[in-house]
């Protein structure tokens, strides 16, 4: 079949975009474009808050991760039997933000000098940690850790990096409760004393 220049690029065009959508329908493609970063940061409100405002992020869903019991709920977590940490799985696209600078920013959102607590929340569930998924980004976390450490900024790091195991998605009030529930989301963060704390430690966001 023989076509004029103009029609040809015309039928190349609808051929592309006929391919481009074929691809987004097929299952799995779509998801190519993002990867996956987890970090416990106490309080997982609001470490959701915290990235879910970060240009490049997807999404942050809110769960439980570094522990021995399978399948866990709120209340087997939050009363520090089961070993796991209240953590987020971030989504994100990395042609627009980078691993590294997610790192940057958590540390940014945590106390990383205390132990098995955040803020007002006490307890081996709300430990500071990355929890990585590969050696690359096992990599970046442990050089971001010995840059905070010879900054001398801090005199103890205590946050955890650690390999990370099946991540359990948290119930569904818990996801974007900070959207869902925006007075008592800031109430609990103010009372918590969570802003005031890291600008002590970070200064000015």
Same mark, same amino acid.
């Given at each position: ?10 039928? /190349? ?16 493609? /779509?998801?190519?474009a993002t990867a996956t970063a ?48 209240? /953590?987020?799985?971030? *989504? ?7 691993? *590294? ?6 540390? @940014? ?14 307890? @081996? ?18 050089? *971001? ?5 010879? *900054? ?54």
């Open positions: 079949m023989n076509l004029r220049p103009g029609r040809a690029r015309r039928f /190349a065009g609808i051929a592309l975009a006929s391919l481009a959508m074929t691809l987004m329908a097929v299952p799995g493609i /779509a998801k190519e987890i970090f416990a940061g106490g309080c997982f409100w609001c470490t959701e808050s915290d990235f879910e405002k970060l240009d490049g992020v997807v999404e942050a869903v809110s769960g439980y991760i570094g522990g021995d019991v399978r399948n866990p709920d709120y209340k087997q977590v939050s009363a520090g039997a089961t070993g796991h940490a209240e /953590a987020v799985r971030v *989504s994100y696209h990395p042609d627009e933000i980078r691993y *590294s600078e997610l790192v940057q920013h958590f540390w @940014r959102t945590i106390d990383p000098t205390v132990k098995d607590q955040q803020f007002c929340d006490h307890g @081996r569930q709300y430990r500071s940690a990355i929890f990585y998924e590969d050696a690359e980004q096992k990599q970046i976390a442990e050089d *971001s850790l010995k840059a905070l450490q010879a *900054s001398g900024r801090f005199e103890r790091i205590e946050t955890e990096i650690s390999q990370a195991g099946p991540f359990y998605e948290a119930e569904d009030h818990h996801q974007d409760y900070y959207k869902k529930n925006p007075v008592r989301y800031k109430f609990y963060r103010w009372n918590c004393g969570r802003d005031q704390r890291l600008e002590e430690i970070w200064g000015e966001p």
